[in-house]
C-alpha cells in the first residue's frame, strides 16, 4: 500500500492526472472519428462547402452546353413531356450542329401518350380510314429511337428507394472491372432502378443514372460516379457520357481496403471518395451555357454554341422540381450539377478527398495533441494562448494549402477539436489546480495575513516560494509584561481570562496585518510576526516599526476601555503592558515542519535576536527596541534612540540596538533632541571609561526627563558605572556589555 501511494504520488507529481484525462480524450477522439457520426461527418463537409464559397472552380473552358426546357421553350412548345417526335427533331438539329454527345437528364419510362396508335384508338368522329393510316405510321417513341440511333445519346435512368418490377434482362447494361479488394461494400444502392422503354434503351449509346441524393442537410456536395440499383451496378449520366465519348468498352474502378480510390477511363483516370463519389468543384452558376431548347428547335442557335460540346437536355423550369442546392448556389439546376462534373473532369480541376486523408487527419490529431499534453502544462497563460492560435492557424492553414494547390480536401476539423479538447481539458485542469492552490493559501495564510495580502498571494502562487529560501527580512516579538499576575487575578475565571487574551490579541494582530506583516505564531500571551514574506516588501523595515508604535497605541486604548470597566465594576484594575523587539536580517523562511504537518516559519540567528530584544525592553524601560539595521532604516521616520552596545548571549559579534520612542513628530521635538543628545554624551563618556562625564550627563538628563522616561535607563547605566569603578573593564573593552539573560 506505501508503494502505491508513492507510485500515485510520483505519477501525479512527474506526469499529472489531467495528462492522462487528455490521453484517454485523444484516444475517444480518434474512436468518434472512425464511427464518424453525422455531426461530424456535417462539421468536416461544411469546412469543405467554406473553400468552395471563398475559391470556387474558376472555368478555364465550357466543354458542356446545357438545352434548357425552360418556361420560354414551354410557354412555345406546351407542357412537358413534349410528343418524342419533337425530342427526335430536338437530337437531329444538335448532332447537325455538331454536338459531340447529347444526354437527356430524364427517364421516358413509358410509350409516348401521343404516338399515333394511342391517337386512332382514342379520336371520336375518325373513320377506320383514318385510323387505319394512323396505325401505320411509326410511333413516335421509334422516331425518337430513330434519331437516338443515329447520333451518340446517352439516356439517364433513376434509382428508387422502392424495388420496382422485374427489369428485362435483354436490355444492355455497361461493363465494369474492378482491381484491388472488393466494392459491393462500399457502393451506394437504390432497391429500384426506373429505365426507360426498351426501344429506347436499345438505341442509345449509354445508359447512366442522374439521380442525385443530397446530403443530411439537404446539399449537394458528392455525385455517386458508380451505383447499384436493383441489383444492377449502373454508372452515373456523367460517368456514361464520358465512357461513351472515350470508346472506353469496360469502365476500371480501383480499390483498397479503405474502399474505392479512383475510376479509369480510356484516357482518363481521376479519383473519387471510398463510395465511388466525386466531390464536384463547382463553380459559379453560368448562365451563358443555357440554350432555350426553342432556339435549337427552330434553328436559331449560333452553332459554335453546340459544335464540338456535350450536350444536357434538362430543365431550369421551376415547376419541373429540378433544383438544387450547393455549397455556392441555393438554387442550381440538377442538369447544371452534371455539367460541372463533367467541367471538373474534363479539365482536370476535380478535388478529391483521398482515402489516405483519415491517417493524415489521425496523425495531425496525435501529433499535436502529444505536444499539447507535454508542454502545455509548463507555458504561462498568454504563451498558452498564443501556441494554441498558432497550432490552429498552422491545420487551418495546412488544409487551405492542400486545397488551393493540390485540390485535395483534408479535414482540419477533427484534429482541431481534439486539440482543443485537450487544450481546453488542461487549461481547466490548471484553473481547478490554480483555485485549489488558492484556497490551500488562503487556508494557510488567512490566519496571519491581511485580507489584501492573503488574495495578493492567492492571485500569484508563484511569490509563494515553498520548502524555504533565503531573504532579508524584520522579525518582531511581542509580550505581555507581568501577565503572570494578570492570569492569577483570573485563577478563577478561565473563561474571562481567554476572554481577555482574545481581546487584547485581535488589536495587536490586527496591527501587524493592517502593516503587510504575517503573523508566524502565537505563543500564549506572545506574538512572533515577520516582513517580506511571502510577499515582498520594499518598507519592511519601516511597516514592522509602525505596526510596533500601532500595537502599543492599540493597547493603551485598551487599557482605558478596561479602567473604565473596572471602576464600573468595582474591582482591581492591572494595566496591560507590551514589550516588543524588532530585528532585521537574512533568515529562511518557508514551510517547515514534517510531512504530515507544516508551517509557514522563519528560522535565522536575526530571528533569535528580535526574541532577546523582547525580553530587555523591561531592562531598558522602553517598550520597542530594535537592532541596528533596523534603526538605519527607519532614522529618518522614527525617534530613534541608541540604547546600548550588546553581546547577546549565544552570538560572537556585538550588536548595537535602539528604542523607538514615538513617530516622526516625536523625533523633531525639542524636548526629544535634547534628550537624545544626552544620551549620545552619556553612552560617549561611558565608553570612552569617563564616568564621571557619564554620571553628570545621566544627571542631567534626569532634570531634562520630565516624563521619567529614562529612568530604568539611567538606572542601568549608574549601576554599570558603579561596578565598573570597583571592578574596572579590561584594557581591550569596546563598550560593549555581555546579556546575562536571554
Given at each position: ?13 512527474k ?22 457520426p ?51 427533331d ?8 455538331g ?10 419510362s ?30 413516335n ?10 447520333s451518340?445519346?446517352?439516356l ?9 418490377p ?72 456523367s ?51 443555357y ?35 450547393t ?6 439546376p ?60 498552422a ?33 481547466f ?25 492573503v488574495?495578493?498571494?492567492a ?38 481570562l ?29 506574538i ?7 510577499l ?14 500601532d ?16 471602576k ?33 516559519s ?5 530571528v ?19 537592532g ?45 533632541q535634547?534628550?537624545r ?6 553612552l ?9 562625564g ?49
Amino acid at each position: 500500500m506505501r508503494h502505491l501511494k508513492a507510485m500515485r504520488r510520483w505519477f501525479s507529481r512527474k506526469f499529472g492526472y489531467a495528462r492522462l484525462i487528455c490521453l484517454v480524450l485523444l484516444i475517444g477522439f480518434a474512436g468518434v472519428r472512425v464511427v464518424d457520426p453525422a455531426p461530424v461527418q456535417e462539421l468536416r463537409s461544411r469546412t469543405f462547402d467554406t473553400f468552395q464559397v471563398i475559391d470556387p472552380r474558376v472555368k478555364t473552358a465550357k466543354p458542356v452546353a446545357i438545352v434548357d426546357i425552360d418556361e420560354k421553350s414551354l410557354a412555345k412548345l406546351g407542357q412537358w413531356p413534349w410528343p418524342r417526335t419533337v425530342l427526335a427533331d430536338l437530337i437531329i438539329n444538335l448532332t447537325n450542329l455538331g454536338a459531340v454527345a447529347v444526354a437527356f437528364d430524364s427517364v421516358f419510362s413509358e410509350p409516348d401518350r401521343l404516338n399515333p396508335d394511342v391517337a386512332a384508338g382514342t379520336m371520336r368522329y375518325v373513320d377506320e380510314v383514318t385510323r387505319a393510316k394512323l396505325r401505320s405510321l411509326p410511333s413516335n417513341d421509334q422516331v425518337l429511337a430513330d434519331a437516338i440511333r443515329r447520333s451518340r445519346v446517352v439516356l439517364g435512368e433513376t434509382g428508387l428507394e422502392s424495388m420496382t418490377p422485374q427489369l428485362d434482362k435483354d436490355l444492355p447494361v455497361t461493363g465494369f472491372a474492378s482491381v484491388g479488394e472488393d466494392i459491393d461494400p462500399f457502393l451506394f444502392e437504390f432497391s429500384g432502378l426506373l429505365r426507360n422503354i426498351p426501344v429506347l434503351e436499345k438505341a442509345a449509346a449509354g445508359r447512366g443514372v442522374f439521380t442525385i441524393v443530397p446530403e443530411r442537410d439537404g446539399i449537394i456536395r458528392r455525385v455517386p460516379m458508380v451505383l447499384r440499383a436493383q441489383g444492377i451496378m449502373m454508372p452515373a449520366l456523367s460517368l456514361e457520357i464520358l465512357r461513351v465519348i472515350t470508346g472506353t468498352p469496360t469502365v476500371l474502378i480501383k480499390s483498397d481496403k479503405a474502399g474505392i480510390k479512383s475510376i479509369r477511363l480510356r484516357g482518363l483516370e481521376f479519383p473519387t471518395d471510398k463510395n465511388g463519389q466525386v466531390w464536384v468543384h463547382f463553380a459559379r452558376q453560368d448562365p451563358s451555357i443555357y440554350i432555350p431548347a426553342a432556339d435549337v428547335l427552330d434553328e436559331s442557335v449560333p452553332i459554335d454554341k453546340i459544335k464540338g460540346k456535350l450536350v444536357l437536355i434538362g430543365t431550369s423550369a421551376v415547376g419541373l422540381h429540378d433544383i438544387k442546392t450547393t455549397p455556392v448556389s441555393p438554387a442550381m439546376p440538377g442538369v447544371e450539377v452534371h455539367a460541372q462534373v463533367l467541367e471538373s473532369l474534363l479539365t482536370g480541376a476535380a478535388v478529391s478527398q483521398p482515402n489516405y486523408a483519415i491517417a493524415v487527419e489521425f496523425l495531425a490529431a496525435l501529433i499535436l495533441g502529444l505536444l499539447v499534453i507535454a508542454f502545455a502544462p509548463g507555458l504561462g497563460p498568454v504563451t498558452l494562448v498564443l501556441v494554441g492560435a498558432l497550432f490552429a492557424s498552422a491545420l487551418i492553414g495546412a488544409s487551405w494549402f492542400f486545397y488551393q494547390h493540390d485540390r485535395l480536401l483534408l479535414d482540419f476539423t477533427y484534429p482541431l477539436l481534439s486539440t482543443t479538447a485537450v487544450y481546453l481539458t488542461l487549461i481547466f485542469s490548471s484553473f481547478v489546480r490554480e483555485q485549489a492552490q488558492r484556497r490551500q493559501i488562503r487556508s494557510a495564510f488567512g490566519q496571519y495575513l491581511s485580507p489584501a495580502l492573503v488574495e495578493q498571494l492567492a492571485q500569484s502562487p508563484e511569490k509563494l516560494v515553498l520548502g524555504g529560501e533565503e531573504r532579508e527580512m524584520t522579525i518582531l516579538f511581542s509580550d505581555v509584561r507581568g501577565f503572570t499576575t494578570i492570569s492569577e487575578s483570573y485563577k478563577n475565571d478561565p473563561q474571562g481570562l481567554t476572554r481577555l487574551m482574545n481581546r487584547f490579541l485581535t488589536p495587536l494582530t490586527n496591527a501587524i496585518l493592517a502593516r503587510k506583516g504575517t503573523i508566524d505564531k502565537y505563543m500564549g500571551d506572545a506574538i512572533m510576526a515577520f516582513w517580506n514574506a511571502p510577499l515582498d516588501d520594499a518598507e519592511h523595515q519601516f511597516n514592522a516599526c509602525s505596526a510596533a508604535v500601532d500595537m502599543l497605541e492599540r493597547i493603551d486604548e485598551l487599557n482605558k476601555q478596561r479602567e473604565q470597566e473596572a471602576k464600573e465594576g468595582g474591582h482591581v484594575y492591572i494595566p496591560l503592558n507590551v514589550g516588543v523587539g524588532i530585528n532585521t536580517g537574512t533568515c529562511v523562511v518557508g514551510n517547515m515542519g514534517s510531512d504530515q504537518r507544516f508551517d509557514y516559519s522563519v528560522l535565522g540567528d536575526s530571528v533569535n535576536l528580535a526574541s532577546r530584544l523582547e525580553g530587555q525592553t523591561k531592562e531598558y524601560g522602553f517598550p520597542i527596541i530594535v537592532g541596528s539595521r533596523t534603526a538605519l532604516a527607519v532614522k529618518d521616520k522614527f525617534a530613534i534612540l541608541e540604547l546600548d552596545f550588546i553581546m547577546v548571549k549565544g552570538k560572537k559579534e556585538p550588536e548595537v540596538i535602539y528604542a523607538i520612542a514615538g513617530r516622526e513628530d516625536v523625533a523633531h521635538s525639542e524636548r526629544f533632541q535634547r534628550l537624545r543628545n544626552l544620551t549620545i554624551e552619556m553612552l560617549a563618556s561611558y565608553r570612552g571609561r569617563d564616568w564621571t562625564g557619564a554620571q553628570d550627563a545621566i544627571a542631567r538628563g534626569r532634570k531634562s526627563d520630565e516624563g521619567h522616561d529614562l529612568e530604568l535607563l539611567f538606572n542601568l547605566y549608574e549601576a554599570r558605572i558603579s561596578n565598573y569603578r570597583k571592578s574596572p573593564p579590561p584594557e581591550d573593552w569596546n563598550g560593549a556589555y555581555a546579556l546575562l539573560t536571554k
